[in-house]
């Protein structure tokens, strides 16, 4: 192998597919990076028999072949490197890496030994990039973190027609968005739960243009993204018991506020200070005031609070109601808004927050709901 590709492109390509490799590998070759030369360039992979990525990097090929190091290190050294272009050239079980004045050879690592990658499946539907993007970091957020409930830390797809609704809960909140796709066919009814994480660092690579959604129940339960030369496929989580989450949704709200997102969060930030984990924050709303008073207490009698304006409040005559203020901060910055509306039922039952419209009503294509924490006054 020797070629010459470009540094910002390598790079990319090789994070993308360092990603897809496994921390601790169950055999030693997935802790590599597969680099296969192509007429015009190098496609990058990274596999770990779960989730896939292989990139194509335009580049000058002078002569052909096929190599696998060590993940890590190399999206660390691809990191590091000037902005100069990179030359690759194999050398028995090494591999040569110079870019400008820095040279580096690492070993590498038998390719007969590297695992076949799954190819990308059937084309269901198209969305544009940034606003997948943009819907999988609002929703993602939401997802839980805990693997022992592995449903709970999925992203679940529902495709019907030309509209999906991404939907992740962790038990405590609930995230809903809605985008517009093409579907590939008419009748389009499909439902995946895609794991949180993949789907979030996935969706970050993406740029302008086009993605293509994939998927074909008869591979293993194997989804795919596809945007330009960069491609990602993934095994699904069971989503068959899915909990109906929809329904935890009000239909109404006695109780709303219309609030500056950018000045929430930082005075629930400021006021956060003081509590302690698991110690929330409390919102109290004067029904026709201008402001909402945000507290929260912590040990040894440390307190704070402070009053915020808001656009309105209209509803019961005094409503507080406890936040995780983390939980609180993460739905008001997925917005991305600058105002947001705020729908009660009462102290004690979910919240919902929404982007707010031109007239200050709730958007109905985004939804994050959360669950007040009980407290006593």
């Known amino acids: 192998m020797k070629l010459t590709v470009e540094r910002d492109a390598f790079a990319d390509a090789v994070t ?45 090929v002078t002569d052909p072949g096929t190599v696998v190091v060590a993940a890590r ?40 030994d590297y695992p076949q990658l799954p190819g990308l499946p059937a084309t269901v539907a198209t969305a544009d990039a940034a606003a997948l993007a943009q819907a999988v970091a609002q929703v ?19 495709l019907r027609g030309n509209t999906l609704s991404l939907l992740a809960t962790d038990r405590y909140r609930l995230a809903h968005r809605d985008i517009t796709i093409n579907p590939a066919e008419s009748g389009l009814n499909l439902d995946v739960l895609v794991p949180a994480k993949l789907l979030t660092d996935t969706a970050k690579t993406w740029g302008v243009g086009s993605v293509d959604i994939s998927h ?29 989450v929809r329904s935890l949704f009000p239909t109404s709200y006695p109780s709303a506020a219309r609030v500056p997102v950018a000045s929430l969060i930082e005075t629930v930030k400021r006021v956060a200070l003081v509590a302690e984990r698991a110690t929330p924050v409390l919102l109290t709303f004067t029904d026709g005031g201008d402001a909402v008073v945000v507290e929260a207490g912590g040990a040894e009698e440390a ?55 031109d007239d200050g009503e709730p958007t109905l294509d985004h939804r994050y709901l959360i669950m007040p924490i009980r407290v006593s006054r």
């Open 16 to 60: 993308a597919a360092a990603d897809a490799t496994p921390n601790r590998p169950s055999v030693p070759i997935l802790a590599g990076i597969l680099l296969t030369t192509v007429d015009d360039g190098l496609t990058v992979s990274g596999f770990d028999y779960e989730v896939s990525s292989r990139s194509w990097v335009r580049g000058t």
């Open 140 to 158: 993602g957020v939401a997802a839980g973190r805990d693997a022992a409930l592995p449903m709970m830390t999925g992203v679940r797809l529902e």
């Open 303 to 357: 307190r704070a609070s402070e009053a915020l304006g808001i656009g309105s409040y209209a509803g019961q005559p005094t409503l507080t109601v406890g936040f995780n203020p983390q939980y609180l901060i993460d739905g008001l910055h997925s917005l991305g808004t600058a105002t947001a509306h705020i729908g009660f039922v009462d102290a004690f039952k979910p919240a919902v927050i929404s982007p707010a419209d």
């Open 216 to 244: 074909d129940p008869d591979a293993n339960g194997l989804v795919g993204f596809a945007i330009g030369q960069r491609k990602t496929t993934s095994r699904l989580l069971d989503g068959v018991n899915y909990p109906p």
């Open 73 to 112: 290190l190399l999206a660390a050294i691809t990191k590091a490197l000037p902005h100069k272009p990179v030359e690759l050239a194999s050398a028995g079980t090494h591999l040569e890496l110079v870019c400008g004045s820095a040279r580096f050879t690492l070993p590498t690592m038998p390719v007969e």
